[in-house]
């Protein structure tokens, strides 16, 4: 019978249990030591199951945002929480402030009578009071210093941003000029529409570089609802 080399040699390794004529005969395990064959991959776990519903970007699972009440039925991702939250925060801090409306409405003048007018309608159809250029500026006023004081006495600002709006920032229009304004604050939530974010970073690099919504991804109406969700106090 082989006898174990242990008392001279040692067996403090895999290897050296191998080497002993005595102990190599007993498998692949030794003094409670199992080699990496017994390993299963399924008994293997990351650090949990991942989440039901989550998808591979992260943004398609569902979140529920501080300011959103019980029972609300505007569904929302992650994305859109990161997104909004920032934006929330400064529509608190301003909330003592009196006689601001909740949302200024950044838009090509081209888009007045199409979208620009379909989103302020279903924002005010949910109680939201929008700053907008069509019922705002009456005729004769300047134009210019009349955006002025909506951008001061609103709670935050969109910006729409469609084909006609980057056109517009490309001659620096009127639409550019409420754009630098508005990147100057912490309340600017861009509305992406008919476009993508890719165009919107090659005709401003620091308007593209904020976070917003798309309605690509997410019906007008809504986008029209989380707007109204973000400026209720």
């Known amino acids: ?9 040692g067996h403090r390794t895999a290897s050296g249990a191998a080497a002993c004529p005595a102990c190599s005969s007993r498998g692949r395990s030794y003094g409670g030591y199992s080699s990496p064959s017994s390993y299963s991959p399924s008994s293997y776990s990351s650090g949990g199951s991942r989440p039901s519903g989550s998808g591979s970007s992260g943004g398609s699972s569902s979140a529920r945002p501080r300011w959103s009440k019980a029972g609300s039925s505007v569904a929302y991702n992650p994305t859109d929480v990161r997104t909004l939250t920032p934006v929330r925060a400064n529509v608190e801090r301003r909330a003592s402030k009196p ?24 924002l005010e159809s949910l ?12 005729l004769g006023s300047n134009l210019l210093r009349e955006i002025d004081k909506g951008l001061v006495k609103s709670r935050i600002g969109i910006v729409l941003v469609t084909p006609s709006f980057l056109n517009r920032i490309a001659g620096e229009g009127v639409a550019d000029k409420e754009l630098s304004a508005l990147l100057a604050t912490d309340l600017l939530v861009p509305i992406v529409h008919d476009t993508t974010y890719d165009d919107l970073r090659d005709a401003s690099p620091l308007l593209g570089s904020r976070s917003g919504l798309d309605t690509a991804e997410d019906p007008i109406k809504n986008i029209a609802a989380k ?6 106090l």
């Open 1 to 9: 019978m082989a006898r174990c080399t242990a008392p001279s040699n």
């Open 127 to 138: 109680g939201v009071s929008v700053w907008f250029s069509e019922k705002d500026v009456l």
């Open 99 to 122: 006689d601001l409306r909740d949302i200024f409405l950044c838009h090509a003048w081209d888009d007045r009578k199409g979208v620009a007018k379909e989103l302020h309608d279903l």
């Open 227 to 232: 707007l109204a969700e973000l400026v209720a």
